[in-house]
């Protein structure tokens, strides 16, 4: 590191002592102490250094940015772009966090794509909207700040990157019944992006959660199509375009990404393109504060204790803390642990704890981007159109419907909790079909009518059985109860009308379902044997509680004051969605916006 020399070691750090120490944090102080006693001094994911033979090291910049996801690229685009020198700093050996592995939807009203593509949007359709969703979990002036600047974030980052954007069209929002809902949706997603723009560092980019098959290029906005393949021609003609535009990459000697890998490499080919350094391999310690300021950050670099100076501010956004079983033990409900996420594995909430320490508040860290996910060997499958389509029902351990199982994923996550009790266990809950269903749709990656893997069955993610009676007994529900919900859910699927839950009546319930079937796409009978069994488990996306933060991203205290220097965006602080979820892409239009905003209010504010 040519502008980091070694130095002696930093001094106290001011207002520091006994200051935010939470439970967790002693426990976790504790462990890792006698951890260190037994196992060697190993300390976080690197081996510690004898204290005589640790280094220090101090460098200096306008902007540091901790996290490489999609709010913390950004935030030091912008940045830079206001003529900041800015540094960004990761933990991971990858660049991206969970905006990489996710499928980049974008929920942001009034965007020039969604306007170019003729979506009636107006900002008081969307004001109404958000307020309607979030209710008064979130000030209505962040609520403002997120609909005020997201507009002119995608404009800037288009205009910065080359990134560009496709409308979702037909995503609906997720409650389109509300006040200024759209049927038709107002999420985006990144167009197809040739990885060859970032030369060497492609080979740094976070993997995506569910790889692309190969010799494809597929949008989020295929996969309601590709499930269909088997029962629908416009399946087959995705399909058909999939591998076209794959086989037409191939041709030119591109390397085709889109979703999370194309907006990821998207912005880093912006950073790249800006001159903005990302530290890979540099987890943050703790922030520095100075007089009540937090003047910059400590890291840990190449086994060097770094302190980097922040002249002008310091940008949280390091994701969240799905992966801290000490966070998740001490917040939220149980049953809860780190194996049902889908987040990045090195979300364990370290910004959070070190915004913390320096005296942040914190909101919604109960709450998460909630879905219902099968618990698979190896990593969990987050379920989207499996629960909607025709021929299957949810049901908890009494054998028995709770819910609309084509509701926002969110919520039927937000009801297993609520109903589960000793008498009625909602977690785990099941996902009931049949062959019929199993014939017709995509369940994952296995195509219909071929068997599901064997490793699912070994892991008891999924149970098999020649009659209703006999899967109720394999995963130990009254089969009397499970009968008489499936013969009263088909006389709903008979009629088109779901009496219990109303699946099928709203636009978005319709979103994954299958056209074909009529007269509701949502609803269809389980008659034909083998029935399957599916364990559904609380799953999420991230958590979406963090620090709290006001309409600029500025941090603040329990007191309402402001800690001056220190913003966070994403899922480091607390979620301008509330406890409610209003589209596809309401993590990252959010989190992208709000970094934004961040480094243009460090930069609009006298050094």
């Given amino acids: 590191m040519a502008d980091a020399p070694v130095l002696p070691p930093p001094s106290p750090e001011p207002g520091r002592a006994g200051e935010g120490h939470s439970r967790r944090a002693v426990i976790k ?11 060697g001094a190993t300390l976080g994911h690197r ?5 005589s033979a640790v280094r220090y090291a101090e460098t ?74 979030v ?40 409650y389109p019944e509300f006040p200024g809902g759209l049927p038709g949706g107002r999420s985006i997603e990144p167009d197809q992006l040739d990885g060859r723009v970032l030369g060497d560092e492609l080979a740094r980019l976070n993997p995506a959660y569910i790889p ?8 989020s906005a295929d996969y309601k199509w590709l499930t269909l393949t088997a029962v629908n021609p416009k399946g087959l003609e995705v399909s058909a375009a999939c591998l076209a535009r794959g086989a037409a990459a191939a041709l030119r000697g591109e390397k085709p990404l889109t979703m999370g890998q194309a907006l990821a490499a998207g912005l880093r080919a912006g950073l790249l393109r800006a001159g903005v350094p990302v530290w890979l391999d540099t987890p943050l310690l ?89 618990p698979l ?45 000793p008498a009625a266990r909602h977690i785990p809950c099941w996902l009931i079909v049949d062959q019929n269903y199993r014939n017709r749709y995509l369940f994952k990656d296995v195509a219909p009518l071929l068997p599901l893997p064997d490793s699912w069955y070994d892991a008891g993610a999924v149970f098999r059985a020649a009659t209703v009676e006999q899967l109720a007994q394999r995963i130990g529900v009254p089969p009397a109860a499970l009968r008489a919900t499936v013969t009263r859910f088909n006389g709903f699927a008979w009629q088109g009308r779901d009496d219990d839950f109303h699946r099928g009546d709203s636009a978005y319930d319709r979103y994954y379902a299958d056209p074909y079937v009529r007269p509701n796409p949502c609803l269809a009978p389980l008659w034909l044997p083998p029935f399957y069994a599916f364990k559904i488990v609380p799953g999420d996306l991230g958590t979406k509680g963090g620090m709290r ?55 609009d504010t006298p050094a």
């Fill in 29 to 39: 102080g504790a462990a890792l102490a006698g951890g260190a006693l037994v196992a």
């Fill in 47 to 51: 081996p510690a250094h004898a204290s």
């Fill in 212 to 219: 692309t098959p190969a010799g494809m290029v597929v949008f």
């Fill in 60 to 133: 200096e910049y306008d902007v540091v940015v901790a996290g490489s996801g999609a709010a913390g690229m950004t935030a030091a685009l912008t940045a830079a772009k206001r003529g900041l020198r800015t540094l960004v700093i990761e933990k991971a050996a990858t660049f991206g966090g969970s905006a990489a592995r996710s499928g980049a939807g974008i929920w942001i009203p009034c965007n020039e794509v969604i306007l170019a593509a003729g979506v009636p949007d107006a900002p008081a359709k969307a004001a109404a909207y958000l307020a309607r969703v």
């Fill in 549 to 603: 933060t006001d309409a600029r991203a500025r941090v603040l205290r329990a007191d309402g004051s402001v800690i001056p220097g220190l913003y966070a965006a994403g899922n480091a602080s607390g979620a301008v969605m509330g406890r409610s979820y209003a589209g596809a892409g309401s993590t990252l239009g959010p989190a992208m916006t709000f970094g934004y905003v961040a480094a243009n209010h460090i930069a």
């Fill in 377 to 421: 060997p190896g990593e969990p499958y987050f379920c989207l159109a499996e629960r909607t389509l025709p021929g299957c029902i949810l049901v908890n351990g009494n054998g028995v419907r709770f819910v609309n199982e084509g509701a926002p994923y969110s919520d039927v996550v937000h009801v297993m909790y609520d109903r589960n009790t």
């Fill in 286 to 374: 703790d922030l520095r504060v100075e007089s009540g300021r937090v003047t910059g950050v400590t890291a840990d670099r190449d086994g060097v204790r770094t302190l980097v100076r922040a002249r002008r501010g310091v940008v949280v956004g390091s994701g969240g803390f799905e992966h801290s079983a000490a966070m998740r033990a001490e917040f939220q409900r149980q049953p809860i642990g780190t194996s049902w996420t889908v987040g990045a594995k090195e979300n364990t909430g370290d910004g959070i704890e070190a915004g913390e320490r320096a005296g942040a508040a914190l909101d919604l860290m109960d709450d998460a981007w909630w879905g219902p996910a099968i």
């Fill in 135 to 174: 209710g008064d979990t979130v000030p209505a002036d962040r609520q403002r700040a997120f609909l005020d600047h997201g507009p002119a974030m995608l404009s800037f980052v288009m205009r910065n990157s080359p990134l560009r954007f496709r409308f979702m069209e037909g995503y609906s929002d997720y």
